[in-house]
């Protein structure tokens, strides 16, 4: 089993930045694909960004593309979400996920996942 712990979210104006951190823990030499979620309330879970874990690759969504990036450390097992040029519509709880397999940015096929922090961005 992994468990995932984030951290960074809070409350920004338009514009402004922040970086998410989700650390990992347990059987994280299993660990494929890290991704990063959120979710306003009353609406689904939607894919954000994600990232092999070994090799690199990474996806975004159409909405953040060119605003955020997805990094990581590999000797920390952290993963990283840099979100610049934040707008009020990117306000969501973010979450972090991990999965086996690889890429998807489905979030049923993700096995474990964080606990998730509040973004908020006003205008």
């Known amino acids: 089993q992994v468990q995932l712990v984030e951290s960074g979210g809070g409350l920004v104006q338009a514009g402004g930045s922040l970086r998410l951190s989700c650390a990992a823990s347990?059987?994280?030499?299993?660990?494929?694909?890290m991704a990063w979620f959120r979710q306003v309330p009353g609406q689904e879970r939607e894919f954000v960004a994600a990232?092999?874990?070994?090799?690199?690759?990474?996806y975004y969504a159409d909405s953040v593309k060119g605003r955020f990036t997805i990094s990581r450390d590999n000797a920390r097992i952290t993963a990283y979400l840099q979100m610049n040029g934040l707008k009020p519509e990117d306000t969501a709880v973010y979450y972090c996920?991990?999965?086996?397999?690889?890429?998807?940015?489905?979030?049923?096929?993700?096995?474990?996942w964080g606990q998730g922090t509040q973004v908020t961005v006003s205008s």
């Open positions: 996920a991990t999965r086996y397999g690889s890429y998807s940015s489905q979030a049923v096929r993700y096995t474990y």
């Open positions: 990232s092999s874990w070994r090799y690199g690759p990474t």
């Open positions: 347990g059987r994280t030499f299993s660990i494929a694909t």
